[in-house]
């Protein structure tokens, strides 16, 4: 089943969009789809699992057609700044729980 999450903004002009989790594969990582204002602007995206000697590395992807429309072109250059922050602190928390949970286990 697909995990889909409306959003709306509590500041101001940001908008609405929506985020949906259309792959999860413990041993790859998850792919997305994300839309913005009515699906004006859309995206796919994806959290790859890379094993590395210390643990695993995640990889974020994101990818999207903009065409000929110079603003559209102009804000995906901006999306990492947008987003970036909120993925870091989403994986942070993240790690402490699964580092947490190891320690935790007998």
Known sequence: DDLRLDLASTQGE????RLEITRS??????????SFKKNTYTS????EYRPTPAGTEVVWH????NGNNIM???FAGLMPS???????TGLGLLKAAVEEAATAEP
């Not at 940001?14 to 969009?17: F, I, L, V």
């Not at 994101?62 to 057609?65: K, N, Q, W």
């Open 14 to 17: 940001a908008g609405e969009g």
């Open 25 to 34: 594969d413990p041993a790859w990582g998850i792919a997305y789809a994300m």
């Open 44 to 47: 796919a995206g994806s959290l």
């Open 62 to 65: 994101m990818t999207g057609d």
């Open 72 to 74: 559209a072109r102009y």
């Open 82 to 88: 947008f987003i970036g922050p909120r993925l870091e």
